[in-house]
């Protein structure tokens, strides 16, 4: 089984500074895809960014970056220039390879408060 | 862009009712998936769904609770003699490609008194 742990449960940043999230996870399985999800007040779950374990090179999507460390199962979320809109949840997940319609495995979520 | 609609966004039952949550996955998608968030707490797998059958159910999808998907497009859970522990945020997922992620549907919140 597999296992996520978000080690801040909240997290602050000043408009237009950096921050960054913490993921560690723990898995026996060698084919894997790890998420960040933003989950604003509205509740929905919103996908951030997304990794395949099997790539060195770490995944970006405009102001968001990971630093994917598959050596000590780190998975730890950049956000670059945060903005008001930035304020919410954000959940890591692990997601198994070899199907298409795995479970997502969660961790406990870390709360990111932006500052004016 | 295509969105996975839930309905009711919120909805209160007494305890020992049943419920019945319901979901519009995107149109194109082949797997579904329910998740539940007790408040305060993360986000849990309950079961997914793929060719009219369940793929993988968690410990959590006791015989109190089953899906079905009725006709093309909609995707139900149902939860029978429902109990306070049973309150949370429910949410619906489809994916195509699971690998790629999943869409959320914006949830139900049960409300068991």
């Known amino acids: 089984a597999q296992t996520v742990t978000q080690s801040q449960p909240e997290m602050s940043v000043q408009e237009a500074e950096t921050v960054t999230l913490s993921c560690t996870y723990d898995t026996s399985e060698s084919d894997y895809y790890l998420f960040w999800y933003k989950q604003p007040p509205s509740r929905q779950m919103i996908l951030v960014i997304r990794?395949?374990?099997?790539?060195?090179q770490n995944a970006t999507e405009n102001r968001f970056s990971v630093n994917f460390q598959k050596a000590a199962k780190s998975f730890s979320l950049k956000i670059s220039d945060s903005q008001l809109g930035d304020a919410a949840m954000y959940f890591c997940a692990f997601l198994a390879g070899g199907t298409s319609y795995g479970k997502l495995t969660f961790g406990q979520g870390t709360i990111l408060t932006v500052h004016p | 862009e295509p969105e996975v609609t839930q309905t009711p966004s919120h909805q209160v039952t007494q305890m020992g009712q049943e419920v019945i949550l319901r979901c519009v996955p995107i149109s194109n998608h082949l797997y579904f998936y329910w998740y539940r968030q007790i408040l305060g707490q993360k986000v849990e797998f309950l079961v997914s769904f793929y060719n009219n059958e369940i793929s993988e159910k968690s410990e959590i999808f006791d015989d109190q609770f089953s899906v079905e998907r009725p006709d093309g497009s909609n995707f139900t859970l149902k939860i029978r003699s429902t109990k306070l522990e049973d309150s949370a945020m429910y949410f619906c997922a489809s994916s195509n490609e699971g690998t790629y992620g999943y869409t959320f549907g914006s949830g139900t919140r049960l409300t068991v008194v």
């Open positions: 990794q395949e374990a099997y790539k060195q």
